[in-house]
């Protein structure tokens, strides 16, 4: 147990609000190195701090079996969420309080990959390839995070069998859920152009307002569909309405909003903005998507055994598959290999006074561990 919670202290300590460039990913090399991985760092975009071009810095690091032996691989990624305030003792110092580790990214998820690599030094490296595939980019933008390192695997010739993102997944305890896919996520700008005037003179104007309001009716009146065996429901919720009219007897020019979709995979991400733009035109608007992910499912079937046999042999529960929840860097790996989620409990990730179990990080380090020996046996 002192070794996996030294590891996550040190990764934790690390400042890396996303995008996460620097020490969080000498301290990743510094551990990985010494176990025989050959680690590769590399930086993706140029532009300006806080833009989306803004520079990331990824990792990938492997360490190979045997000619003809498996690839599995471990995902995830060291940038956090900024902190906020009121937390009980500095964000970035990690501190033990009882059975509980603070800190930024204790679950979110730094203790998970603490505990990766805490369970591949008990993995002999005869048993088969290991691989890390680290990002600063996964709570940001994610443009130039797991994508740049898939193109970068690609060109480099890894090829992973299966692969294991450490989300924190598990709802009330260690080991109750498992993520075996997610609803794809699009979301799409609304805008309404009309002609400024004097509210006493409409004649002379076109107010874009009643025009948005009513595309919106229509959105949200939709039913996108009942869900199915594997996924809920698809929804599409209304995130944004701006005028910025300062004024109480000028009817505006320009209405905009916007919606976001979390979409299961009876449809894509091209059909739902191709609907959401059909219907903005008939109210005379345009609709400006960005599709963030696509959904995607691992059927349940041996790799999910793998992790089911792992936790329940380390906690006596058995994980429910769920595709429950947001979108992670899954949505890109599954292009790659069979990806399945497994991780610590969720409760406080994103929140003030995130904490672990310590316990939880050392029993979660034997589970990893032995899903890697039975993947790549």
């Not at 691989?73 to 969420?81: E, I, K, Y």
């Not at 497994?342 to 409760?347: D, E, K, W, Y």
């Given at each position: 147990m002192t070794q996996v919670l030294d590891l996550a202290k040190r990764l934790m300590s690390a400042k890396s609000?996303?995008?996460?460039?620097?020490?969080?990913?000498?301290?990743?090399?510094?551990?990985?190195?010494?176990?025989?991985?050959?680690?590769?760092?590399?930086?993706?975009?140029?532009?300006?701090?806080?833009?989306?071009?803004?520079?990331?810095?990824?990792?990938?690091?492997?360490?190979?079996?045997?000619?003809?032996?498996?690839?599995?691989?471990?995902?995830?990624?060291?940038?956090?969420?900024?902190?906020?305030?009121g937390w009980a003792s500095d964000a970035f110092e990690p501190e033990v309080r009882g059975d509980l580790l603070y800190g930024r990214g204790a679950v979110d998820m730094k203790g998970s990959i603490a505990c990766m690599v805490d369970a591949v030094a008990a993995v002999p490296a005869e048993a088969g390839t290991i691989s890390f595939i680290i990002t600063g980019d996964e709570e940001g933008p994610a443009l130039h995070g797991t994508r740049a390192l898939i193109d970068f695997m690609r060109e480099a010739g890894h090829q992973p069998d299966l692969c294991l993102v450490g989300e924190p997944t598990s709802v009330n305890r260690l080991g109750d859920m498992m993520k075996i896919g997610r609803r794809g996520s699009v979301n799409i700008w609304l805008e309404v152009e009309g002609t400024q005037g004097h509210v006493a003179y409409p004649h002379l104007a076109d107010n874009p307002i009643p025009k948005l309001v009513a595309m919106l009716a229509e959105l949200d009146a939709l039913v996108l569909d009942e869900g199915n065996d594997w996924f809920q429901a698809s929804n599409l919720e209304i995130t944004d309405l701006e005028v910025g009219n300062q004024a109480h007897n000028v009817i505006p020019e320009r209405a905009e909003a916007r919606i976001s979709i979390r979409f299961n995979d009876e449809h894509s991400g091209a059909s739902l903005s191709e609907m959401v733009m059909a219907i903005a035109e008939r109210h005379g608007g345009v609709a400006k998507p960005i599709i963030s992910g696509e959904p995607f499912l691992t059927p349940p079937g041996e790799f999910s055994d793998i992790i089911a046999n792992a936790v329940k042999a380390?906690?006596?529960?058995?994980?429910?598959?769920?595709?429950?929840?947001?979108?992670?860097?899954?949505?890109?790996?599954?292009?790659?290999?069979?990806?399945?989620?497994?991780?610590?409990?969720?409760?406080?990730?994103?929140?003030?006074?995130?904490?672990?179990?310590?316990?939880?990080?050392?029993?979660?380090?034997?589970?990893?561990?032995?899903?890697?020996?039975?993947?790549?046996?």
């Open positions: 609000v996303t995008p996460a460039t620097g020490s969080v990913f000498d301290e990743m090399e510094a551990m990985l190195a010494p176990l025989g991985f050959e680690v590769t760092r590399f930086t993706r975009g140029d532009g300006a701090e806080g833009t989306p071009e803004a520079p990331v810095e990824n990792l990938f690091a492997i360490r190979k079996g045997p000619e003809g032996s498996k690839h599995f691989s471990f995902a995830g990624h060291l940038d956090v969420v900024p902190p906020g305030g380390e906690t006596g529960l058995d994980p429910e598959p769920s595709t429950t929840g947001g979108t992670s860097d899954a949505r890109f790996l599954r292009a790659v290999c069979p990806v399945i989620e497994f991780g610590l409990v969720n409760a406080t990730m994103h929140k003030r006074d995130e904490a672990v179990a310590i316990e939880d990080l050392s029993t979660l380090s034997r589970i990893y561990a032995r899903i890697a020996k039975n993947a790549l046996a």
